[in-house]
């Protein structure tokens, strides 16, 4: 059971390398389910890479049958692990759910099953055979029906995972260049690695290894740096339940970590944003606004007005604060919705301004109240002073009122008796008047 080293595992070597740096730092975020399922994938590209460096190694043809049994644990694993992952990664996760995890798993199940049992059978591979004829040893074989069908099983869930990928793409945020060249790198290594060992495309001795645990632990790796260090995509399907592209209130949304995952287009107005701020700390993005800097971190609803000055124009929004939670009531971020309130304040300003205005307007009116000293013989009123005043001057004096002098009935009668007896007759005069009296 001699062991065979050559040059050309290189590539398997640093699969285990890369994938066990990305199980390490994925167990940090074990808490997190992009982080257990990163974790579970970077163990099954350890196991898959591992193993695979010895059943290349090794030149006996029952130890490389037990060991190539064996890779299928974490080729399987691989399969739907990397599905879960770009769920995860893209939110979509209708795909991560216990029943769905269960439902997915079926096939590679059946493929334990089939390859331990596979010398009743023949499904999986028949016709085996150790070719020596490279620099190391290698299982001939020729491959039976149920390879195939595992085999077109994975490649639709790579598609389906590719079409996660391309459709993040495609839909806002819109991301940097070099996160758009980042994700589709991630969704063309595993499919170029397969089929370049599959249908044996590569030059000799080349053809003889399988670089896909290799070409999965590169787009692992990238795909783990991308979430892990800027946490840019877990959030967005969730604020984008709450997010219509064309609403015109402005809308800003940030990641668990405080960087900014996706805005809308009233709030790249609002904040005059000429470039893209993706995984910008907040603080940066919000530094035209006056606001309560422990606003960040609320983990409830919260509620306060801000003002924003641009180019010495003062706006004043209704900023609320919504923590957004994912299906396991974790917070994964913060939704900030901004109502612009500028014209209804300075209204309410316009109107405490005149109401201040007609207090002070009232306070001034002169007005006459309590007791007022008067001569019972001339009638005069004796003011503050104590001086005696004629009546008209004192009313005149302490109000608003103006007179206009006529002269009443009794005094006509006594002072105009012809004229009092003229109008009486003409009616203008209601000769009653005195007998009520």
Known sequence: MNFTFSIYFTPLILAVILSSIVMIYSWRYR???????????????????????????????PVKLFLAKLEYFGIETVIVGWLCVVANFTGQTKWVTRRSVLLLSIIPILTFIVIWTNRWHGLMYYNISLDTNGPFSVIKKTYGTWFWITFSYSNVLMIISSMMLIQRLTHPPKLRKSQIISLMVCALIPWVGNYLFVFKLMPEPWSRVDLTSACLSISGAVMAFGLFRFQIMEVIPIARDYILE????????????????????????????????????????????????????????????????????????????????????????????????????????????????????????????????????????????????????????????????????????????????????????????????
Not at 49 to 59: E, H, K, P, Q, T
Not at 293 to 310: G, H, Q, W
């Open 31 to 61: 808490r997190e389910a992009h982080g257990q399922a990163f974790f579970i994938l970077a163990l099954a590209g350890v196991w898959w890479a591992f193993l695979n460096i010895f059943d290349y190694g090794f030149n006996t043809l």
């Open 246 to 437: 064309d609403i015109s209130d402005a809308i800003l949304v940030l990641d668990g970590h405080n960087r900014v995952a996706d805005y809308n287009p009233a709030c790249r107005a609002m904040l005059q944003i000429d470039k893209i701020i993706i995984a910008q700390p907040v603080e940066e993005v919000m530094m035209p606004l006056v606001f309560r800097p422990e606003l960040i971190e609320e983990i409830k609803t919260a509620r306060e007005e801000v003002t924003l000055t641009i180019d010495k124009e003062t706006k004043i929004y209704d900023l609320r604060i919504r923590p957004l939670f994912d299906q396991k009531q974790k917070l994964r971020g913060r939704l900030f919705h901004f109502h612009d309130v500028t014209e209804k304040r300075l209204a309410e300003m316009q109107l405490e301004k005149t109401v201040a205005e007609l207090r002070q307007a009232l306070t001034e009116v002169k007005a006459l109240s309590g007791l007022l000293p008067i001569c019972s013989s001339c009638k005069k009123i004796r003011d503050d002073n104590g001086y005696w005043n004629e009546v008209e001057a004192y009313i005149r004096q302490h109000s608003e009122a103006e007179f206009s002098h006529g002269i009443c009935p009794d005094c006509m009668r006594k002072l105009y008796p012809e004229q009092y007896e003229s109008l009486v007759k003409k009616g203008k005069i209601d000769q009653n008047y005195h007998n009520n009296e």
